[in-house]
């Protein structure tokens, strides 16, 4: 079945401007996830989705940051006034639900670079 | 708070060399443990994973890893790696309350042909 997929694929932007990615999980996949992927720093969790429960937006690094699941499925990133460390892949994995630990295997998407200039 | 370490940033192998990367983690609870590749230009995969059980898995491509408690270790193993398995490794933990993964830094793989 179809994977993880995101868009765009590549954004180029100005310091300054807002951008949102997008990810439609694998579908029937009801925890989904948003991490960051930088030089230096490695692989980071932003936020999480599960079901209808309010995200966890721990690791978000800044309020400039904001993301929603409509309808429980498709999710939107927000980066409002972007800044150049935010340059970054952005990643998103969904599972069959964290809650079933034989089953909450994560898989991730291709990522969304993002290079703000 | 959880955290993984891995301690080879970069493993340059020739072929059919024997692989082993170390991963170590922190945390006192009951734990998922996760080895995931990116190849070249492509997204992450999941090689293999540890719920429960034989602390012995086997995942894809001849891969293997063990999950040793008393050490907080889950090494990735390979007896003879290929030019193919040239690629970026990342352990992954998850437990407790928390849904999301923690990686480790990755460690590259580079394997001359």
Known sequence: ?117 | AQSVSQHNHHVILSEAASLELGCNYSYGGTVNLFWYVQYPGQHLQLLLKYFSGDPLVKGIKGFEAEFIKSKFSFNLRKPSVQWSDTAEYFCAVNGGSQGNLIFGKGTKLSVKP
Request: proline share 4%; glycine share 10%.
């Open chain 1, 1 to 117: 079945g179809a994977g993880v997929s995101q868009s765009p694929s590549n954004k180029v932007t100005e310091k300054g401007k807002d951008v949102e990615l997008r990810c439609d999980p694998i579908s029937g996949h009801t925890a989904l996830y948003w991490y960051r992927q930088s030089l230096g720093q490695g692989l980071e969790f932003l936020i999480y989705f599960q079901g209808n429960s309010a995200p966890d937006k721990s690791g978000l690094p800044s309020d400039r940051f904001s993301a929603e699941r409509t309808g429980g499925s498709v999710s939107t990133l927000t980066i409002q006034r972007t800044q150049q460390e935010d340059s970054a892949v952005y990643l998103c994995a969904s599972s069959v639900s964290e809650w079933d630990r034989d089953t909450d295997t994560q898989y991730f998407g291709p990522g969304t670079r993002l290079t703000v200039l």
